[in-house]
């Protein structure tokens, strides 16, 4: 079971957490034709001219649409046209599988007419010529639902105008429930979450094996699914699928004994997140930094749902949420559409033997491990931080220890002093969203703790020996830790508890407290 600070403060209340992916939508793109250039470089070795692209293209439509529903004639299957782009397809395909009582393969295929991104050919009256352009346009997508062995209910569409690209859409805990039944584990299951488990410990460790398979055969076998012919289709062109996650949710279930234990304590946790969560709280959450050139949005509200309460916080496309599910149990989902802001330590792209250096997340499946350890540090902040909802410490006794002096390495280290400005100024700092998940250096502390630039190189190095020095305090006093083998610290446990609860008393009121003592 997770150590976070919220599962040890209510472990006597709670049975099983379980982390994992929940929703995973993930699109496959033929890159060597999705621009304008590749697909002319592909025309060109077909020898097809702008002038025929038009009926040329509908001809491979026509290929398409027939192979792609070839699988549903030939296992009486049904597939039909749905008139509005907004009929919740997924609605319409489930009832069919649970009227026909589908265990495994295809339920139904589903096409409709809908807006899309793809080629055509515009006559350029200025220029007197025909362009070759990709824009947005109409066309019939193809939508395919599968009780899938591996994944359970799955569903793809695939784009029936070229360049064909396929989103698939997944979830995490359906195809945990498949992986359980075929461990032969006992549990309840209530739409996307399990209430009883007989074995958590066994069912995450499952989960875990979701981020080891491999993704492109597990892809590419859907990718086969929706278009048979693709290969005899691209004979002889290198038109592999780039598989990306456009969305991910990875969620974090804390399942409680009984409704009542999380009822008891729910209302105050959403209290706990509206009011006191700040802007800059929920960019720590999310491993962001807030800064002058900031352009994005910082929002957090509350939505009352047939379940419950449902708390939300976002930054930008990103965002966090905390709801209680299933009757008995809280869940923290952390959403990323944007992976850009966030770090991963890899060679640089298409250079797989190249050197190792921390470079922005990608959105391709060859990054999804770190995906999930962004996720998973993102949902520990956020219950570590509503693991401080009514506690019992007294502010004194948590900072008792921090207001003596210490030793570190057999030398002598002063006290903090946690409302002398300088001390605050470097709690402040090091507190930041920022440097949640891949820590802080010595040189991004001398800014924050400076109010104006150094003047000359002897007055940087000073500026570098102090903050050294206030390192080496911090340490001391065991709120921060090195990252081995590099430059970089991050707050400890104690760390984030002493310096959360001093943060917080310098925006308490005396009227506040006096209530609080009343």
Known sequence: MPTSRFIQRFQDKITGVLSGFDRLVIRGSLLAIVTPAGMKNWLWRRQIGLPQFASWAQSWTEQLK????????NQNRPFFYVPSADTDKDALARPIAAKDGIPQGLVAILTCVETCMAFDIYRNKDKKKLELQYRLRKCLFLYHYWIDDQFGWRSARIQSWL??????????REWLSRMMDRNGMSYRRDDNCFPWIDDFPKAQKLMKRQLRISWHKALARVARQLNPAHSRMFRGFWARYYWSVFQSEWATDVTF??????????PALVLHGIQTFSSGDVMRFLGRKVHGNFEGEITSDFKDRSEGIRIKHCVKTNSIKAYNKGGNGLRIETTMNDPGDFKVFRPKQGQPDGKLQWRPLRLGVADIYRRAQVCQASNDRYLDALASVDTSTPLGKLIRDICRPTTYKGKRVRALRPWAELDLALFRAINRGEFCVN???NRDLQSLISDRAPDSPEEKRRRSARTSRLL????AHHLIQKVPKTHRYLLTSRGRDVISAILCAQQITLEQLNKLAA
């Open 66 to 73: 027939q192979v792609s529903c070839q699988a549903a004639r």
């Open 163 to 172: 360049p064909f690209p396929i989103p698939i859409c997944l979830n995490g």
């Open 257 to 266: 004994r009984k409704p009542s234990d999380i009822a008891a304590i729910y």
């Open 439 to 441: 820590g802080f250096r």
């Open 472 to 475: 080496r305090m911090l340490r």
